[in-house]
C-alpha cells in the first residue's frame, strides 16, 4: 500500500484522475498482450505455476471487483457471483478458490465472456472513479493504485506463462515475430566498488510502493564490489562445459539433489540441437546468442555458477545501495524485444534495471519493523514471507512504470521460468 496518504482535497481529486486515466491504460495493455494468442493458447496451463492469460485476465478483473467495487459501490451488482470461486488467487479471507493446478481445466467461462467481464468492471470502475474525483477517497485512490500494480505484475506473468505454454508445444510456436540484431563484441567483466558503511534501504514513503518494501532501515555493509554487467551465456556456457553441473563441489545441497532429481543440464528453454546449443524465446526458437545475458536460471543455478567463478551473489542490501542514484530506465516490455539484450560498453552499472530479474542471496523475510496490513489485503505479500529469495531489477517483460530501486521480488530457489539472472559480487 502507499506509504504516505495526502490528505489534501484537491490533490487527492488530482490523483483521482490521473489514477483514472491509468487504469484505462494498464487494462487496455493487459489485452493487447494477450491479442497475439487463441482461445486455445489463452486456456492452456503447462505446469501448477503458470496459469492461463485468460485466467490471469479475469483474476486481476476479480481483485477491482473484489477491493474496490465491493466496498466503495453500494449499487454494483456482480458480473457473475460464482466468478468469485474460480479467480480468487490465494486470499484465505475472502473465501474458497479453484485449486491452482487446475486452473487450466477451466474450459469455461471462455476468453469472450472473460473479456465481457472485463468490460462490464471497467465501466463500473470509470462511473466510480467519475463520482471519486469530485470527492476524492484517500482509501479508494489507496487500493485503485494496488490494484493497478497488481495488474502490472500479472502482464508480466502473462508473457512469463505463455512462454512456458508455447516452449512445451512440439511446433515451437511464437508468440511475436523475431527481431534482426547483429551479434556484438562481448566486453570484459568489469567492477565497482562500493565503501560500505552504515547505509539506509527501503522505500523512503514517497509515492505508492508494495508494503513489503519497507520500512526504510539502517543496514550495515561491508566494503564490497559488483560486476557492472549481467553473466553472458558465452560465459555460462563455460561452466556448462567444465561439467559444472556434474561437480557437487559448486552447488549447495538442495541444488545438487534438485538438477538431479529434474535432470536439469541447462539453463531452462536451452536445448541441444545437432551439438549446437538453441533457446525458445517468445519469438520462437534459435540459437544462442553468446553476447545475451543468461536467464531463466534458478538461484540453486546462479549461487553453483557465482562459486565456481570465485565470486558470490549480491545481497539485496548491496544491490539497493548500487542501485541508488540509477534512473529506471532498461530493457523493459515498453522495447517489445521481450528478451534481455546485451550490454552497452560504456562506463557505470549497466542492465541494473531491465533485461532479466537479477538473483541476490538474501531470503525473502520482513524488514525490521514491518507490519502487515490489515484485513485480506494484508495477505498480497507477508504471508510468502519462508522459503523464498529476493531477487532485483526487473526483466525484459516488466512493464514499464511498475518498478522502483527498493522493488522486491520473490521466488523460491528452484524456480526458473521467470525471466531470472545472475550478477555477481565480490568481497573487497
Not at 470502475?125 to 490494484?147: N, T, V, Y
Not at 514513503?205 to 557492472?228: S, Y
Not at 562506463?347 to 533485461?355: E, F, H, L, R, S
Request: aromatic content about 12%.
Amino acid at each position: 500500500m502507499p506509504a504516505v496518504i495526502d490528505e489534501h482535497p484537491g490533490r487527492q481529486e488530482s490523483r483521482a484522475a490521473a489514477l483514472a486515466a491509468r487504469f484505462v491504460a494498464i487494462r487496455r495493455f493487459s489485452e493487447r498482450l494477450a491479442a497475439p494468442l487463441s482461445p486455445e493458447d489463452q486456456t492452456v496451463q503447462s505446469m501448477p505455476d503458470a496459469s492461463p492469460t485468460k485466467w490471469h485476465l479475469a483474476h486481476t478483473t476479480w481483485f477491482f471487483e473484489t477491493f474496490i467495487l465491493a466496498r466503495f459501490d453500494g449499487d454494483y451488482q456482480p458480473f457473475d457471483p460464482r466468478y468469485g470461486y474460480l479467480f480468487n488467487s490465494y486470499y484465505e479471507a475472502v473465501g474458497a478458490r479453484h485449486p491452482r493446478p487446475q486452473r487450466g481445466l477451466l474450459s469455461r467461462p471462455g476468453v469472450d465472456e472473460i473479456l465481457a467481464y472485463r468490460r462490464h468492471v471497467d465501466r463500473a470502475m470509470g462511473e466510480l472513479m467519475a463520482r471519486a474525483e469530485g470527492k476524492a477517497d484517500a482509501a479508494l485512490c489507496d487500493l485503485l493504485e494496488l490494484g493497478l500494480n497488481h495488474e502490472q505484475q500479472h502482464q508480466e506473468l502473462i508473457l512469463m506463462d505463455i512462454k512456458h505454454v508455447l516452449s512445451v508445444n512440439p511446433l515451437r510456436p511464437a508468440y511475436q515475430p523475431a527481431r534482426p540484431r547483429a551479434e556484438t563484441p562481448i566486453w570484459p567483466m568489469r567492477w565497482l566498488r562500493h565503501g560500505g558503511g552504515l547505509v539506509e534501504v527501503g522505500h523512503a514513503g514517497h509515492g505508492f510502493a508494495f508494503d513489503n518494501e519497507g520500512p526504510r532501515h539502517r543496514v550495515w555493509l561491508e566494503p564490497f564490489a559488483l560486476a557492472t554487467r549481467l553473466v553472458t551465456c558465452a560465459e555460462f556456457l563455460q561452466f556448462i562445459e567444465d561439467d559444472g553441473y556434474r561437480r557437487p563441489e559448486f552447488w549447495l545441497s538442495e541444488g545438487w539433489a534438485t538438477i538431479n532429481a529434474r535432470g536439469w543440464t541447462a539453463p531452462l528453454y536451452w536445448e541441444d540441437v545437432g551439438g549446437r546449443w538453441h533457446v525458445f524465446t517468445l519469438s520462437g526458437q534459435r540459437p544462442v546468442a553468446m553476447d545475451e545475458p543468461v536467464c531463466h536460471v534458478s538461484f540453486f543455478e546462479a549461487a553453483a555458477y557465482a562459486k565456481w567463478a570465485g565470486k558470490r551473489l549480491p545481497t539485496e542490501a548491496e544491490w539497493e545501495q548500487a542501485a541508488a542514484t540509477l534512473k529506471l530506465r532498461g530493457n523493459l516490455a515498453d522495447t517489445g524485444v521481450l528478451h534481455p539484450m546485451p550490454a552497452a560498453d560504456r562506463g557505470g552499472m549497466q542492465q541494473m534495471v531491465g533485461d532479466a530479474w537479477e538473483w541476490t542471496a538474501s531470503p525473502y523475510v520482513a524488514y525490521p519493523r514491518y507490519r502487515e496490513p490489515e484485513g485480506a489485503i494484508g495477505e498480497y505479500n507477508g504471508k510468502f514471507m519462508a522459503n523464498q529469495m529476493v531477487l532485483r531489477g526487473g526483466a525484459a517483460v516488466t512493464p514499464p512504470g511498475h518498478l522502483r530501486i527498493t522493488y522486491r521480488n520473490f521466488f523460491p530457489p528452484d524456480t526458473r521460468w521467470m525471466f531470472s539472472g545472475i550478477r555477481l559480487a565480490e568481497d573487497w
